[in-house]
């Protein structure tokens, strides 16, 4: 399975010259675009590696997923899915155009920026400093792994210039989507979107909901099925933004791409993959990562459909 992986790295490494390092968080310009790795867990806890899978990168949209499954968690399912919505969008990730023009006023869906704000909110913690710790311990115990952190210079680059989702949040607020404190909700999302990983953290929170919540290499159990399920569904449908509908059909597994360059999927009863390669397509996906998932999932025949 190394060799394997290896070879998808080298056969996709021509790919990280196309498309674009995320730049309008400026810190996130300093990647080397040149970077592709891959990391797979099985369901049995074992696993394999290929490429740049050392490399630490911000999470950023895949964080999404974890906030949902601990707000889900903190509030159920109706409570939730009484602020986001769960459906698809044609639009970009940070678009504000159907929160005025849906009349439910309701984000599109929780992997969307406006969605992921909203879900954010109803997190538990009497101040932003508490619902991201626990954010963050959650995210390290999913991990198994202590050290994650936020990488402060992203954290801060992204709070000086995060204009869009200030207005995302603000425009939430007024229409009574968002209840409490608009900053201190950005200060979260702001700091989750921070939290630094590699390939082979992402691929074991991909492993657990692959698993249906449940820990591979400890059995342990961390989100009830049932919400597994959900979160599983939502990637499946809205992971990948308006790219979402293209990735079903070309990879067909449930999956969550940020602006880092990472891209998180889950394979129902087989494994968790990590991927990550910086230079993104106009959607805000990594154009390697998704060229090597692709082989990987004809490789493997991964596909759930
Ligand atoms: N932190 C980024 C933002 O809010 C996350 C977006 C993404 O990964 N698509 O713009």
Known sequence: MNRLLEAVVE?????????KI????????????????????????????????????????????????????DNGRDRVFSKVGVEPTADAFNSIIT????????????????????????????????????????TRKITG??????NKDVYNSEKATGHRNRALAYFMKSTGVIENDVEEVLDVYFRQCSMEATC??????GAMLANDGVLPWSGERII?????????????????????????VEIGVPAKSGVGGGILAA???????????????A???????????????????????
């Open 224 to 248: 009830p099925r049932h919400v597994a399920r959900i979160v599983k569904t939502i990637m499946v449908t809205c992971g990948l933004y308006d790219a979402s509908g293209q990735f079903a």
């Open 145 to 150: 792994n202590p050290d994650i952190n936020i």
């Open 267 to 281: 394979v129902p009863g087989r494994m968790g993959i990590g991927v990550l390669s910086p230079a993104l397509d």
């Open 22 to 73: 995320a730049t309008y968080i400026p810190e996130l310009g300093k990647a080397d675009p040149n970077t592709l790795g891959i990391c797979i867990t099985t369901l049995h806890g074992e696993e394999y590696f290929g490429g740049d899978y050392e490399t630490k990168f911000t999470i950023q949209s895949i964080s999404k997923v974890i906030t949902l499954m601990l707000a889900l968690l």
């Open 99 to 138: 929160l005025e023009t849906k009349n439910t006023q309701k984000p599109l869906n929780p992997m969307i920026n406006a969605g992921a704000i909203a879900t954010v909110s109803l997190i538990e913690g009497k101040n932003s400093e508490e619902a991201f710790n626990r954010i963050l311990n959650f």
């Open 11 to 19: 056969n996709n490494r021509q790919w990280t010259k196309e498309g």
């Open 200 to 205: 082979k953290d992402i691929a074991r929170i």
């Open 283 to 305: 959607r805000g996906n990594s154009i390697a990562g998704l060229k090597a998932l692709e082989e990987l999932s004809k490789e493997l025949d991964l596909s759930i459909f």
